[in-house]
C-alpha cells in the first residue's frame, strides 16, 4: 500500500515530521516497508540558458550562460548534451550540491580550460529516470529560480506500508489517518460524504440472479450521471497516481483509482451507450468468455461472479472489468457501480484466473459495507466536480445492512495476554478513538465493532487493539524461569550408549536392522540359547519359537534375504536387547553387526582399478571398536584375545576383554558350519559388544579446561616456493614452515612439485601453501612481512631452500 505525505495530510491534521509518522505506523502494526523522500532534490533551482557557445577546444562541449532567477549575475557552465541550448529551462545545480546520480559533489572546475560553475542536469543524474541523452528540458513558463523538487512535486514523500491480510480498513488512506489519529498524531479532519440529490430513476436497473445457489453478491448500488465530459484528470489527480506507481488514463477511470486508494472502496464505471439493457449479476455460465481490460480473453466458470446485460458478461465481478464497456473519450454517460461481494469467491476467482488487481486485493479482504453507499456518492462529485453531467437517483439492491458485532470485553483480559498493565477506562478510551463504540458494565464492557473492521472476532483481538495503540515498546521483558540448579542428566547412560552406537555404526556405511525378538530353536541354540526358560508359550509361528540369545542371527537372515534380491554387498546393525534367561539381570543392551562380500568400509562392489577385497576378521573388529568408543568404553586399555565363540571361524575370531573377567565382544568371520546351517552363504563377517557391560567412567574432580573458541577475526592463506635439494622430503619443508610461528600458522599444505633444468639436476621446488589465522588482533602488512621472513629464514635453515624467484 503506497501513499504520499500530503495525500495523508488531506486526511489527518498533524504537524508531526516525516520521521515521526513513519515511526508511528511501525509501532501501531503498519510496517513502513520503504519511504521515497526525494528531499535531496531541494538545491536543485529551474533556470533559463541564455546563451549557448561553441567550446573553444571541444566540438561536442558549449558554454553556456545560466540565469538562476535570484537576481545575480548569470554564472558560466561548460554541458555536453546535444539539446544544450539558447532560451532553454532546466534544473540548475549549483557548486556544493550534492548529485544523487553520480554520487559526487560539485565544484568549480576547469573542463579543458574553461571554468564551470554549476551544471544542467539530466533526468538520471536527478534519479529521476535512465535518460540521460540530453539535460532536463521543461515547459517556457516555469518558474525560473524556484526549487524544481517543488514546482514537479517531487518533494512529496512516498511511503509504503505492508499490509497483513486481517487489515483491510488499512487499504486506504483515510484508514490509516484514523488508526494515526487513534494513536494520539493528529486529528482527522475528512468530514463524512454527504449525499449527492438525484435527478430522476436510474434507467438501467439491477437484479441480482444466483437461483437456488448462495449469493455472491451481499449489495449492489448504481447511478448514472449524464452528459459528462471525459478527458485527462488534472495534474494533482495524476500526480498521486504517478507517485503510487499507476499510470493515469482518464478522468472516469482515475476517479475510482483514487477513491480505490484514498477510501479502499473499488468501484467500477460503465459506458452507458455500451451497455444493453438491464444488469444483471449472476454466476458465469460454462464456456462464457469476456475480453477484459487487460488486453486478455478469460474463459469463466460457474464458480465465478459477473455482471452481464442482455448480449453477454460486462464485468467479472470485483476482479476486473470488460474491454466492452470501459469507459473513453467518447463516454458521454456513465454509469458508476458500487458492490460488495463474497471475499472467498473474489480471491478464488482472481487465483483461479490469475488476476492480481487492486480492486481483488480489498475485495478478498473484506471492504467496508457501510461504505458502499457512501462510495457512489463520493465518486458521483468527483464526476460532477471533474467531467460536469446530471445524475440520477441512485439504485441500490440485495443490502440488508449491516448486523454489528458485540463483543464482551473484560477489560483485565489486556493485564492477562499481554503483561501491559492498562487502566480500564484508558482501554475504552483507545477502542472510542479507534471506531469502536462501548457500554460500561464495570470491569465489564460490551464493544460494538465497527463496520470497517471485520477481522474483529474475540476478546482476543480487542485486547491487540489496545496494545498496539498503548504501544508494543512498552511492553517490558520478561526474563524466563530460573531452575534452583543445573538440570541433571535426562537419558540413563545406556540410552546415551544406545544413540551413540547406532550413530557410530551408521557412519561407518552400516544401515540399520531392526529383526524379530523371537527366532526358530535350532538358530538359538547355534548362539547358545534354547534354554527351556525362553521358549515362547504362544509364537505367532512355528519356526519362531525362541527368544533370541543373538542379534546375529536375525541379522545373517536379513542380510541372505538382501542377496537373494541382488543386494550381495551389504552392512546392517542393530542395536536391541538379547536375552540370556527369563529374569530381567539375563536381558542385555547389545549392538551387532555384520558385513557380507566387499560391503568394506573404503567402498564396496567392482572399480576400474580394482575390484574391493571381500570382508574379513579385520573389518569386523574396526566396526566393533567404533561402536565401543563411542559408547565410551577405554578402547586403550582393552584387550584382544584369539577365537570367539562356536559360531565364528576359530582361527578369524576375537574376544574384547576389559581386563581378565570383563567381556566387552566378540568379532570374526562366521564358522562355515554355522552358515550351513543358517542357510547363508558368502563371506560374512560381524561383530557383537554389550553396551551394558561397559563401566561407568570415574567421576574426577578436575580443574576446568578453557574451551576452544573460533578466532573472529579473517584467516588468510599465503603461497611460498622453495627450491631444495631432491633429496630433502616435503614433510620436512611443511615441519619448518609451520614452526616458524605456531600461534599464527594452522597449517601447511603442499600444492606443487616441479623440476626442470632451469633448477639443475639436484635440484627441485616446492610450493606450500600456509594458512594463517590471528586470535588477538588483524594482521598488518608488517605483521605479514614478518611472518613471510621468519617462514623463509627457518625453512633455510632446517633444509637448506630458498625462496624460487
Known amino acids: 500500500m503506497k501513499f504520499t505525505l500530503s495525500w495523508l495530510k488531506d486526511h489527518l491534521e498533524t504537524d508531526a515530521s516525516l520521521g515521526e509518522i513513519v515511526e508511528r505506523l511501525t509501532a501501531i ?10 528531499s535531496s532534490l531541494k538545491p536543485f533551482v529551474i533556470a533559463r540558458v541564455l ?92 518558474p525560473v529560480g524556484e526549487s524544481y523538487a517543488a514546482w514537479a512535486h517531487l518533494d512529496d514523500p512516498v511511503i509504503e506500508i505492508n499490509l497483513t491480510p486481517n487489515r ?23 468530514p463524512p460524504v454527504e449525499p449527492v440529490p438525484g435527478e430522476g430513476e436510474t434507467p438501467v436497473k439491477v437484479s441480482l440472479d444466483f437461483s437456488d445457489t448462495p449469493s455472491l453478491c451481499r449489495g449492489f448500488a448504481l447511478r448514472l450521471v449524464r452528459g459528462v465530459s471525459n478527458g485527462p484528470s488534472p495534474r494533482w489527480l495524476q500526480r498521486r497516481l504517478l507517485a503510487i506507481g499507476l499510470r493515469p ?25 455500451k451497455v444493453k439493457g438491464n444488469l444483471v449479476v449472476r454466476r458465469a455460465r460454462t464456456g462464457e468468455r469476456v475480453l477484459a481490460l487487460d488486453g486478455r480473453e478469460y474463459e469463466l466458470t460457474p464458480e465465478m461472479c459477473v455482471i452481464a446485460d442482455r448480449d453477454g458478461v460486462e464485468s467479472i465481478a470485483g476482479v476486473m472489468g470488460g474491454e466492452h464497456s470501459g469507459c473513453d473519450a467518447d463516454t458521454r454517460d456513465v454509469l458508476i457501480e458500487s458492490a460488495l461481494w463474497e471475499p472467498l469467491n473474489i480471491a478464488r476467482t482472481g487465483r483461479d484466473l490469475g488476476i492480481i488487481t487492486d480492486a481483488r486485493y480489498r475485495f478478498e479482504r473484506g471492504v467496508d459495507p457501510e461504505f458502499m453507499v457512501p462510495g457512489l456518492e463520493l465518486a458521483t462529485r ?24 458485540v463483543i464482551i470485553f473484560p477489560t483485565p483480559e489486556v493485564k492477562r495476554l499481554t503483561g501491559l498493565d492498562v487502566p480500564g477506562e484508558e482501554s475504552i478510551e483507545i477502542l472510542s478513538r479507534l471506531g469502536f463504540t462501548t457500554r460500561d458494565q464495570g470491569y465489564v464492557v460490551d464493544v460494538t465493532v465497527p463496520s470497517w473492521r471485520p477481522d ?30 543445573v538440570n541433571g542428566r535426562i537419558l540413563t547412560p545406556l540410552q546415551i550408549r544406545t544413540r551413540a552406537a547406532k550413530r557410530a555404526l551408521a557412519v561407518r556405511g552400516m544401515m540399520e536392522a531392526v529383526t524379530w525378538s523371537f527366532i526358530p530353536a535350532r538358530h538359538a541354540e547355534l548362539f547358545g540359547g534354547g534354554a527351556p526358560a525362553l521358549k515362547l508359550s504362544n509364537p505367532i509361528a512355528s519356526d519362531m519359537s525362541d527368544m533370541r540369545p543373538s542379534l546375529l542371527p536375525g541379522l545373517l537372515a536379513a542380510a541372505q534375504r538382501n542377496t537373494d534380491r541382488g543386494l550381495g554387498d551389504v552392512a546392517l546393525f542393530e542395536v536391541s536387547g538379547i536375552y540370556e534367561g527369563d529374569t530381567p539381570d539375563k536381558q542385555r543392551r547389545v549392538a551387532a553387526g555384520v558385513r557380507r562380500g566387499t560391503a568394506k568400509l573404503d567402498g564396496a562392489g567392482r572399480h576400474w582399478a580394482g575390484n574391493s577385497a571381500t570382508v574379513g576378521v579385520f573389518d569386523a573388529k574396526a ?72 563401566p561407568e567412567p570415574k567421576q574426577k574432580p578436575t580443574r576446568t579446561k578453557p574451551r576452544l573458541e573460533l578466532s573472529p577475526y579473517q584467516a588468510v592463506k599465503r603461497d611460498f616456493a622453495f627450491v631444495v635439494d631432491k633429496g630433502v622430503e616435503a614433510g620436512s619443508l611443511m615441519r619448518a614452515a609451520a614452526a616458524a610461528d605456531r600461534n599464527l600458522i594452522t597449517g601447511v599444505t603442499v600444492f606443487d612439485v616441479f623440476e626442470g633444468e632451469a633448477l639443475g639436476a639436484t635440484r627441485k621446488s616446492i610450493a606450500i601453501e600456509v594458512a594463517i589465522q590471528p586470535t588477538e588482533r588483524t594482521l598488518t602488512d608488517e605483521d605479514f612481512e614478518a611472518l613471510a621472513t621468519k617462514i623463509v629464514d627457518n625453512v633455510a635453515k632446517q633444509t637448506g631452500g630458498v625462496l624460487r624467484a
Open 51 to 142: 546563451t549557448a557557445e561553441k567550446h573553444p577546444d571541444a566540438d561536442k562541449l558549449r558554454v553556456l550562460m545560466v540565469d538562476k532567477g535570484d537576481g545575480s549575475p548569470p554564472v558560466q557552465v561548460v554541458c555536453g548534451a546535444p539539446n544544450a541550448r539558447a532560451g532553454l529551462v532546466g534544473a540548475f545545480a549549483a557548486p556544493g550540491t550534492y548529485i544523487p546520480g553520480t554520487d559526487i559533489t560539485l565544484s568549480v572546475g576547469k573542463i579543458r580550460g574553461v571554468e564551470s560553475r554549476g551544471m544542467m542536469c539530466s533526468e538520471r543524474e536527478l534519479q529521476l529516470s535512465d535518460d540521460h541523452e540530453g539535460i532536463i528540458d521543461l515547459p517556457e513558463e516555469a
Open 382 to 405: 468527483m464526476v460532477l466536480d471533474l467531467c460536469g453531467g446530471t445524475p440520477t437517483e441512485a439504485e441500490v439492491v440485495g443490502y440488508a445492512g449491516h448486523e454489528p458485532k
Open 249 to 273: 488514463i482518464n478522468a472516469l477511470v482515475d476517479i475510482t483509482n483514487y477513491i480505490t486508494f484514498d477510501r479502499g472502496r473499488p468501484l467500477h464505471v460503465f459506458d452507458a451507450a
Open 623 to 694: 566396526d566393533a571398536f567404533a561402536a565401543l568408543e563411542a559408547a565410551g568404553a577405554p578402547v586403550d586399555k582393552l584387550q584382544v584375545e584369539a577365537s570367539g565363540p562356536s559360531w565364528y571361524h576359530p582361527g578369524r575370531s576375537g574376544t574384547i576383554k576389559l581386563g581378565p573377567k570383563t567381556v566387552l565382544g566378540h568379532f570374526g568371520e562366521f564358522h562355515p558350519k554355522t552358515l550351513e546351517a543358517l542357510d547363508v552363504s558368502g563371506a560374512l563377517a560381524g561383530f557383537e559388544i554389550y553396551l551394558d557391560a561397559i
Open 29 to 38: 502494526g503498519l510496517e513502513v516497508e520503504a519511504v521515497d523522500d526525494k
Open 168 to 190: 483491510p480498513d488499512a487499504t486506504g488512506v483515510y484508514g490509516i489517518a484514523r488508526d494515526l489519529a487513534a494513536s494520539g498524531l493528529g486529528q482527522l479532519k475528512t
Open 456 to 485: 474483529i472476532d474475540g476478546k482476543a483481538d480487542l485486547v491487540e487493539e489496545v496494545m498496539r495503540i498503548h504501544g508494543v515498546d512498552m511492553i517490558a521483558p520478561q526474563p524466563m524461569a530460573s531452575h534452583g540448579s
